[in-house]
T-cell receptor, first 112, second 116 residues
Framework: DQQVKQNSPSLSVQEGRISILNCDYTNSMFDYFLWYKKYPAEGPTFLISISSIKDKNEDGRFTVFLNKSAKHLSLHIVPSQPGDSAVYFCAARSGGSYIPTFGRGTSLIVHP | ETGVTQTPRHLVMGMTNKKSLKCEQHLGHNAMYWYKQSAKKPLELMFVYSLEERVENNSVPSRFSPECPNSSHLFLHLHTLQPEDSALYLC???????????????FGDGTRLSIL
């Protein structure tokens, strides 16, 4: 049973518009959430994270929102750029473990 | 050289061969991980080493054998693999967070393994 779910396998967005990637989780013990980006033939790279004591964290064009009551988080990229085209993985972990649980990933394509 | 380095990048082997994957990190981390990534599946955690001690083994078949000789190096020894073992094998490292800090994992670029 997947504890971290990314239900959209792919997303296509026009350059300059907003990209919204969604992630749901089932384990209420999760208290730290991360997003990773992965280009083909490369390993995932850390993008942004959020602790459960916050509901928003922003870093440049990237913002992560956390809704604890809904067990949902989302990654907003604005404005989207063609270089953002990659697979985005959501991950979560609980305070008792430093080992994250990953979702299946969402493939984002940003069209010029 | 910085980051997490994996060798080889690509490996093709027969089911009766024995080979090893190597991972090296230059980040001063004390935890290292092996993941398997198959198409359209989540990253599957295989093994975790913290301070050179194996702390997690996620029901991985014995044909995969990890080795962590020191905190900078991690190996995955392979023998008599099956075609379904063909996948991207990713190594990662991190601080294990026991001090309370939330540190992300740093990944290598993976070894693309094909079993004939």
């Amino acid at each position: 049973d997947q504890q971290v779910k990314q239900n959209s396998p792919s997303l296509s967005v026009q350059e300059g518009r907003i990209s919204i990637l969604n992630c749901d989780y089932t384990n209420s013990m999760f208290d730290y959430f991360l997003w990773y980006k992965k280009y083909p033939a490369e390993g995932p790279t850390f993008l942004i994270s959020i602790s459960s004591i916050k509901d928003k964290n922003e870093d440049g064009r990237f913002t992560v929102f956390l809704n604890k009551s809904a067990k949902h988080l989302s990654l907003h990229i604005v404005p989207s750029q063609p270089g953002d085209s990659a697979v985005y993985f959501c991950a979560a972990r609980s305070g008792g473990s430093y080992i994250p649980t990953f979702g299946r990933g969402t493939s984002l394509i940003v069209h010029p | 050289e910085t980051g997490v380095t994996q060798t080889p990048r690509h490996l093709v082997m027969g089911m009766t061969n024995k080979k090893s994957l190597k991972c090296e990190q230059h980040l001063g981390h004390n935890a290292m991980y092996w993941y398997k990534q198959s198409a359209k599946k989540p990253l599957e955690l295989m093994f975790v080493y913290s301070l050179e001690e194996r702390v997690e083994n996620n029901s991985v078949p014995s044909r995969f054998s990890p080795e962590c000789p020191n905190s900078s190096h991690l190996f995955l020894h392979l023998h008599t693999l099956q075609p379904e073992d063909s996948a991207l094998y990713l190594c990662a490292s991190s601080q294990d967070g026991r001090g309370g800090s939330n540190q992300p994992q740093h990944f290598g670029d993976g070894t693309r393994l094909s079993i004939l």
